[in-house]
């Protein structure tokens, strides 16, 4: 019985509960100040945060401040979560 058991478990998807993945995001545009939006699309474009400082005339510990209160307020965990995001809020275009 244990071997159907491993059997089983190892046929499972690697994402258990997709239900949190398809809900609709809120709006979250509002929440983004003008320049952390300029931040968003230059990461969006592959902008390192040392070219994000020197493109936007900031320092580069600010730039890290924006991506942080951005990353919270997007509520997402990484840059990828924070670029599909701003996509699908339609603050991005490519």
């Keep these: 019985m244990n071997s159907n058991?491993?059997?089983?478990?190892?046929?499972?998807?690697?994402?258990?509960d997709t239900a949190p993945?398809?809900?609709?995001?809120?709006?979250?545009?509002?929440?983004?100040?003008?320049?952390e939006l300029q931040v968003i699309k230059l990461i969006a474009h592959e902008f390192s945060t040392k070219q994000i400082a020197s493109a936007l005339y900031i320092s580069y510990d600010t730039v890290c401040s924006h991506r942080k209160?951005?990353?919270?307020?997007?509520?997402?965990?990484?840059?990828?979560?924070?670029?599909r995001v701003a996509y699908e809020q339609r603050m991005l275009t490519f």
Excluded: C, D, W, Y
């Design 5 to 16: 058991r491993a059997l089983f478990l190892s046929h499972q998807p690697l994402i258990r």
């Design 21 to 35: 993945l398809l809900k609709p995001i809120r709006k979250v545009k509002s929440l983004v100040s003008e320049r």
């Design 69 to 83: 209160n951005i990353l919270r307020k997007l509520n997402v965990k990484n840059t990828a979560g924070m670029v």
